[in-house]
């Protein structure tokens, strides 16, 4: 058997047409409840990447967040608790407790509801960038403070922009004590994978209709063969110019083709950060 993993972002009352910022992973809360819907109706269990990795005599989906952002304990939390499910929350712990973040009262308020809360890195910076120095300081940084913080052996960790470290040095992600890592290539996931295994994720797009929905859920292999191509074009892109390049030329893209964006447009004259 196999299980597919979600991505999800922040989960808002309403979203803006996606341009090329975090609003483009953002989800407004009746599609992201249509998705927890969609599970249950397709009788899966909706469940942490944990779980997922720990019952492969289940059918069941994991769930999972990006950032640790506030929206996602307003707002995806209460979904999820009404319908019975769990999720996994990659957190950035430099962040917890900023302006429109969790804190560590509400990370441990999830944990106590089941939810599994595992490390985005410290800073969010992309990891294949980084010196081997400070490399195994994002990845061992942010394993201690939630160990401490939450009492936990964190177990997981999520790559910031799906940026896996350079290729050499990705023996540090297990030397820091991670045994699953999470990207955002997708994909299934097996359940004869080995115990520590890189995870595929599927992006869950608002937009989705319930029938693209279940095409997801169940893994169809057509979606995946579909999404190769662009993923090695923009793969390609991104070792061409860097992570931090080929995101702020990815964001002038999609900002450029964004609603209201022209020159006459709302936008026009607006740079965006990075």
Not at 249 to 264: I, K, M, N, Y
Request: include cysteine; hydrophobic fraction near 40%.
């Amino acid at each position: 058997m196999s299980w597919v993993c979600l991505m999800f972002h922040d989960v808002l009352p309403a979203t803006e047409a996606s341009g090329g910022g975090a609003e483009r992973f953002a989800v407004p809360v009746t599609a992201f409840e249509r998705w927890l819907d969609t599970i249950k109706d397709a009788e899966f269990a909706g469940c942490s990447v944990a779980t997922a990795v720990a019952t492969p005599d289940r059918r069941r989906v994991a769930i999972s967040f990006d950032d640790g952002t506030r929206s996602q304990f307003d707002h995806a939390v209460p979904a999820l608790r009404a319908r019975g499910m769990t999720a996994t929350f990659y957190v950035t712990t430099d962040w917890i407790g900023r302006p429109g973040y969790m804190t560590w009262d509400e990370l441990r308020q999830l944990t106590a509801w089941g939810m599994s809360v595992q490390s985005h890195t410290r800073s969010h910076r992309f990891l294949s960038e980084l010196s081997d120095d400070a490399l195994r300081d994002e990845l061992a940084g942010s394993k201690a403070v939630l160990d401490a913080e939450l009492a936990q052996d964190t177990a997981e960790l999520s790559f910031p922009g799906g940026n896996a470290p350079r290729r050499r040095w990705r023996v540090r992600l297990w030397e820091a004590g991670y045994r699953r890592v999470a990207g955002s290539r997708w994909g299934r996931n097996p359940d004869d994978a080995p115990p520590s295994r890189w995870i595929r994720r599927c992006t869950a797009r608002g937009s989705a209709s319930p029938a693209e929905m279940r095409r997801v859920l169940a893994g169809d292999p057509w979606l995946t063969l579909t999404r190769y191509p662009r993923e090695a074009a923009l793969n390609g892109v991104r070792a061409a110019l860097g992570a931090s390049r080929y995101e702020r030329w990815r964001r002038r893209v999609l900002d450029a083709f964004r609603p209201g964006s022209g020159p006459t447009g709302p936008r026009a004259g607006r740079t965006r950060g990075a």
